[in-house]
T-cell receptor, first 111, second 118 residues
Framework: GQQVMQIPQYQHVQEGEDFTTYCNSS?????IQWYKQRPGGHPVFLIQ?????EVKKQKRLTFQFGEAKKNSSLHITATQTTDVGTYFC???????????FGTGTKLQVIP | GAGVSQTPSNKVTEKGKYVELRCDPI?????LYWYRQSLGQGPEFLIY????????DSGLPNDRFFAVRPEGSVSTLKIQRTERGDSAVYLC????????????????FGAGSRLTVL
């Protein structure tokens, strides 16, 4: 079945440093979504990418969808302590509406 | 309702017992998803409903797990003969619909039901 992997699994950064997480799917995706889960919380939607090569920005966050629609990345510029949490990508493939979540990247920001 | 509501928030049971977990989605959302999340892991897909029917139940681990959504709104996840390995947080999410790319397919999650099997 479809597998979605993310690297790295954990990332510790000093406040103000940049952070990037990479998402790779075993199958071509029709779209990809990103979610953030704070410690003790539930996943909360951040953004959706649909088109090949698409790039979207939300303040300090930049999201990219690969040309082959099998990978994606999330880049955070100048991290803040409020960025702490686990970031998940989640994808749909083909005509299926099953949403498969990635393995997640846990971000810790050191003040 | 305003958000996705899940009950109970915590359930402790003994091995071999039967458990029901309830999800009340956002009013008007036709798609409903169940996931299971173990500590330090990503949400693991179990099943999703489009309306009353289970559109994809490929993630249910075995026949001890069953879910229903009889009126296309509230859903119940049922686990028979619970095992210690079933311990996890069970997350429910709903979206306006399952398909499309306009944002109607964005998942809104509930707070989850933490199941502990002793």
């Amino acid at each position: 079945g479809q597998q979605v992997m993310q690297i790295p699994q954990y990332q510790h950064v000093q406040e103000g440093e940049d952070f990037t997480t990479y998402c790779n799917s075993s199958t071509t995706l029709s779209n990809i979504q990103w979610y953030k889960q704070r410690p003790g919380g539930h996943p909360v939607f951040l953004i959706q990418l649909v088109k090949s090569g698409e790039v979207k920005k939300q303040k300090r966050l930049t999201f990219q969808f690969g040309e082959a629609k099998k990978n994606s990345s999330l880049h955070i510029t100048a991290t803040q302590t409020t960025d702490v949490g686990t970031y998940f990508c989640a994808g749909r493939s083909g005509g299926y509406q099953k949403v498969t979540f990635g393995t997640g990247t846990k971000l810790q920001v050191i003040p | 309702g305003a958000g996705v509501s899940q009950t109970p928030s915590n359930k402790v049971t003994e091995k071999g017992k039967y458990v029901e977990l309830r999800c009340d989605p956002i009013s008007g959302h036709t798609a409903l998803y169940w996931y299971r999340q173990s500590l330090g892991q990503g949400p693991e897909f179990l099943i999703y409903f489009q309306g009353t029917g289970a559109a994809d139940d490929s993630g249910l681990p075995n026949d001890r797990f069953f879910a229903v959504r009889p009126e296309g709104s509230v859903s119940t996840l049922k686990i028979q003969r619970t095992e210690r390995g079933d311990s996890a947080v069970y997350l429910c999410a709903s979206s306006l619909r399952a398909g499309g790319s306009s944002g109607a397919n964005v998942l809104t999650f509930g707070a989850g039901s933490r199941l502990t099997v002793l």
